[in-house]
């Protein structure tokens, strides 16, 4: 566990930005349709960005950095981040 910023991309092709402590869990929710009320009228969602934090408060800073972003760098940031190392941890 541990404190995350994602990004989900919708089944509609939009992108829905969060935090959370346990990514896992929340992507199950939101992909069960219990999530977010945004992600649970966009159904399917997959995870396209992860980003791991070094505690609460800066998930949150970092969520509201992202959202402010427009819709092309954020794509810019998920491009980058599925060519980064695949060795990278994830979920």
């Not at 991309?9 to 829905?16: A, F, M, P, T």
């Not at 869990?25 to 992860?50: D, I």
């Not at 408060?57 to 599925?82: D, T």
């Amino acid at each position: 566990m541990g404190n995350y910023v994602y990004i989900l991309r919708c089944g509609d092709g939009s992108l829905y930005t969060g935090a959370t402590v346990d990514l896992v869990h929340r992507l199950e929710v939101h992909s069960s349709g219990k999530g977010a009320k945004y992600t649970r009228s966009h159904l399917p969602v997959e995870l396209a960005y992860q980003e791991q934090t070094e505690d609460w408060p800066a998930a949150l800073r970092r969520e509201a950095a992202i959202k402010r972003m427009s819709r092309a760098q954020k794509l810019a940031l998920i491009a980058e981040y599925a060519n980064a190392d695949p060795r990278k941890e994830r979920p």
